[in-house]
C-alpha cells in the first residue's frame, strides 16, 4: 500500500511539472503557477536584499541585468529537482528499484541522460525512457525560449529609446507634447497615440503573462520602460483633455489601452490592493502648471473657459492607470522622479 502512495505522490508530482512547463511556455495568459512563483520570489527577494536602499541608476541597471538569466536558470533547477524527485517517487513505487538510494541513482542517471544506473528490471527501464526526454527537454525547450524573450525587451526598448532621444533623460508628459509642438505634429498627433497604442497593447500581452520581463532593464542604463509608460500616458490624458485638436478620441484610447496594460501586469506581479501616493503638489495645481506651460510653447489648448471641464477629464483619465502604474514603478525599483505622477516643476 505504501509503494502505491508514493507511486501516486510522483505521478501527481510529475504532472505538476509539465503543467508549469506548459503554462510558462506554451500559454498566452499568466496563471498563478506554483513553481514559477516560488522561483519568481525567490529572485526577487534575492535582488531586493542586494539592492537595499540603493537606488543608484548605474547599480540598480547592473543587479537588473541579472534577473531574467536567474529566474531562467533557477526555474530548470527547479524543474529538474523536482522531476528527479518526481521519478525517484516512481521508481520506487513501482518495485523498479528495491532502496531509495538506488531510486535516487537511477532517477538522476535517467534525468542527465547518462545512463549509469539505469534499473535492470521491466518497470525500471520503462521509466528511463521518458525520464531522459524529459530530462532533455526541460533544458531545450525552456531555452528555446530565451531568444523570443530578449526580442520583446528589444522591442520595449526601442520605443523607450524614441522617447529619450527626443525629450531628454526625465521624460514627462509635457515635455513630449512640447516636442509634438516643435516638430510640428501638435495639430494631430494620431500617429504618436496609435503608434503607442499598439506599444502598450504588445506589452500587456508579453509582461504579464511572464512577468519577470518587467524587471529586465534597458541595455542603456538611466533608461525606464515604466518612466516612459507614465510619460506617455500622462501626455495622452493632457491631449485628451486640455489640447484643442481633432487627435482627442486617439489619446483616449491610448490612455486606455495603456490602462488595460499596466492593470493586467500590475495583477500579474501581485497587485491585491489599491495603494496610496503623497503628492508633491494638489494634482489640480500641477494640471494647471503644465497647462501653462504648453500654452507658452504655442500648444493649441481648449479655452480657458472649459478650465474646469478640461482638469475632471483629465483627473478621470489619470485615475484609471494611476494605482497599477505606481504599483509596477515600485515593484519594479522604478522611479518616476520628474514625471507628471510626481511633480510638473523643471
Given at each position: ?261 499596466f492593470v493586467a ?9 489599491s495603494i496610496q ?38 483627473s478621470s483619465l ?29
Amino acid at each position: 500500500m505504501t509503494h502505491v502512495f508514493i507511486a501516486i505522490l510522483g505521478l501527481w508530482l510529475l504532472f505538476l511539472i509539465l503543467r508549469s512547463m506548459i503554462r510558462i511556455a506554451l500559454m498566452n495568459r499568466h496563471y498563478r503557477d506554483f513553481f514559477a512563483e516560488l522561483t519568481g520570489r525567490a529572485v526577487y527577494r534575492a535582488v531586493a536584499l542586494r539592492l537595499g536602499r540603493n537606488r543608484d541608476a548605474g547599480v540598480l541597471h547592473r543587479v537588473l541585468l541579472w534577473v531574467l538569466p536567474a529566474y531562467i536558470l533557477s526555474l530548470i533547477i527547479v524543474y529538474f529537482v523536482g522531476a528527479m524527485i518526481a521519478f525517484t517517487f516512481l521508481y520506487w513505487g513501482t518495485h523498479a528499484v528495491n532502496t531509495w538510494h538506488q531510486a535516487f541513482l537511477a532517477s538522476g542517471s535517467a534525468l542527465n541522460t547518462l545512463g549509469f544506473a539505469t534499473p535492470t528490471t521491466f518497470a525500471g527501464q520503462w521509466l528511463a525512457v521518458p525520464e531522459g526526454a524529459l530530462g532533455l527537454g526541460i533544458v531545450v525547450f525552456l531555452f528555446t525560449f530565451i531568444p523570443g524573450y530578449q526580442a520583446v525587451i528589444r522591442s520595449r526598448e526601442d520605443k523607450t529609446s524614441w522617447l529619450y532621444t527626443r525629450i531628454g533623460d526625465q521624460p514627462n508628459g509635457v515635455a513630449l507634447l512640447e516636442w509634438c509642438q516643435r516638430a510640428g505634429i501638435a495639430g494631430d498627433m494620431r500617429d504618436v497615440w496609435e503608434e503607442w497604442e499598439d506599444w502598450f497593447r504588445t506589452l500587456a500581452d508579453t509582461h504579464s503573462v511572464l512577468p519577470m520581463l518587467t524587471l529586465s532593464p534597458s541595455v542603456q542604463s538611466g533608461q525606464s520602460w515604466v518612466l516612459a509608460a507614465a510619460a506617455v500616458l500622462d501626455a495622452a490624458a493632457l491631449a485628451a483633455s486640455s489640447t484643442g485638436t481633432k487627435d482627442a478620441e486617439s489619446a483616449k484610447i491610448c490612455v486606455r489601452t495603456g490602462t488595460r496594460a499596466f492593470v493586467a501586469i500590475a495583477e500579474a506581479l501581485g497587485r491585491t490592493c489599491s495603494i496610496q501616493q503623497k503628492m508633491t503638489r494638489p494634482l489640480n495645481e500641477r494640471h494647471g502648471t503644465a497647462q501653462a506651460l504648453l500654452c507658452s510653447t504655442g500648444m493649441p489648448l481648449s479655452s480657458i473657459v472649459n478650465q474646469k471641464i478640461q482638469w475632471e477629464t483629465f483627473s478621470s483619465l489619470r485615475t484609471q492607470y494611476e494605482e497599477a502604474l505606481l504599483f509596477v514603478a515600485r515593484r519594479t525599483f522604478a522611479s518616476l522622479d520628474g514625471a507628471l505622477i510626481e511633480t510638473m516643476e523643471r
